[in-house]
Nanobody, 118 residues
Framework: HVQLQESGPGLVKPSQTLSLTCTVSGVSITANYYYWSWIRQPPGKGLEYIGHITYTGTAMYDPFFASRTSISRDTAKNEFTLQLTAVAPEDTAVYYC??????????WGQGTLTTVSS
């Protein structure tokens, strides 16, 4: 049974770096051919795809986020991490991690609300 669980601080101050971790159980993040993704949903808005890290460790980002996003992984802990720099109140959102296979996001974490506020 595959499960993903996001964790993070919940509250980040403007201009700081948001850091979230997704802990995966039931499958290795190095298993062929999964991509491990981050998605967010701001209040009252739709889902936004941030980026992913592949089973080989290659990270790719949506162009909107690319300049201030980093996705990395710790294979020993079977987890992957999102860092978003220079956050602003507009970055307030529910952040989800998910497993992607081909073009389908087939397994999601429950999401974690991260608020950017002073």
């Amino acid at each position: 049974h595959v499960q993903l669980q996001e964790s993070g601080p919940g509250l980040v101050k403007p201009s700081q770096t948001l850091s979230l971790t997704c802990t995966v159980s039931g499958v290795s993040i190095t298993a062929n051919y999964y991509y491990w993704s981050w998605i967010r949903q701001p209040p009252g808005k739709g889902l936004e795809y941030i980026g992913h890290i592949t089973y080989t460790g290659t990270a790719m980002y949506d162009p909107f986020f690319a300049s201030r996003t980093s996705i990395s992984r710790d294979t020993a802990k079977n987890e992957f991490t999102l860092q978003l720099t220079a956050v602003a109140p507009e970055d307030t959102a529910v952040y989800y991690c998910a497993r992607r296979q081909n073009w389908s996001l087939d397994t999601w974490g429950q999401g974690t609300l991260t608020t950017v506020s002073s």
